[in-house]
């Protein structure tokens, strides 16, 4: 009766744990990461840093694979309808504000997707011409003196320095003109031929460094390592509203394993902590961004609605 209960006992612990078993043994193969952008963006080069680091702790092979195409949901479909066993990842950073822009997604961002852990934030900074502005008060009493006549630039409709400038906009009540562009949206500005713009610090730096851009501030709730001279936007007297976080999140299929996820989290935070990884990742701008896996999965929910308001209340466009 003891040998058999010891047997039953044994089969019931095999069954009742499968996923602590495959969080054990993985990764078992090569493990894709989806970045959905084009290869040599900001997005793309710390994902390959932080992922090969990744490979070399677990002893497997991890690969980036760029999908670009429509705004990244081509990428982002693709990982949401693989296998949800932790061999297919997705490194992207306009997850929650694609579900705010697009009518229509071939996935559903909540509930087809799982963030695990962000790889890091990029502050964004409000950047001008040299000597138009002599602080970011001044750029907005301007706008506020002549609605509408102010311009910005951004890579796009629903890029992040697209809602980062709506953003500052709604919350300093100031309008402005925006102006896409599809190449180098930096070079009119330093030209002096657009007025201003909200990019991620790794975008401007250079250019703030050689005095080609004037940095007004910075988003962000203390001053920037890589421009600790810039004051943020509430030490400008701006509220916390201002601020739009620009941060690189992975994310898994929705029904990957809890233990292969935290294994996941594990690993990759195990990677930041490397001091070759952190010194490259801060060359690229990026700044540490501490969540654990439930707190990320609480930001990422919040940081979808914020999303959406901000979509809705700046009357941006659906796109189709």
Known sequence: MRSWALI???????????????????????????????????????????????????????????????????????????????????????????AALYAKLPYDTLADITPVIP?????????????????LADLIAKAKA??????????????AAHLGAARLMLSAGFVAQHVPFRGDYMVEVVAGRIDFSVAP?????????????????????KRS?????????????????????FYIPVFAPAKTPAPILDKLHAEIQRALSVPLVHDRASNLGFEPMPLSRTEMQAFFRHDVAVNQAIVEAAKIPKQQ
């Open 146 to 159: 002549r609605p509408g006549t102010l311009n910005f630039s951004t890579p796009g409709v629903g890029s």
């Open 225 to 245: 390592f890589a421009l600790p001279q810039v004051p943020t936007m509430l030490e400008a007297g701006l509220k916390e509203d201002a601020i739009y976080p």
């Open 8 to 98: 039953i006992g044994s089969l019931f612990l095999a069954l009742a744990s499968p996923h602590s078993a495959d969080a054990q043994n993985w990764p078992t193969r090569t493990v894709t990461t989806v970045v959905p952008l084009p290869a040599g963006t900001s997005v793309d080069s710390i994902a390959r840093l932080v992922m090969q680091q990744v490979g070399q702790q677990v002893g497997q092979s991890f690969i980036v694979e760029n999908r670009p195409g429509a705004g990244g949901t081509l990428g982002t479909s693709y990982v949401a309808k693989a296998a949800p066993d932790g061999h297919t990842l997705l490194v992207y950073g306009a997850a929650a504000s694609a």
């Open 201 to 221: 610090i790794g975008t401007v730096l250079s250019l703030v460094r050689d005095g080609k851009l004037a940095a007004l501030a910075v988003g962000g709730a």
């Open 119 to 135: 790889l890091g934030q990029q502050p964004l900074v409000v950047v001008a011409p040299a000597g138009r502005f002599t602080d």
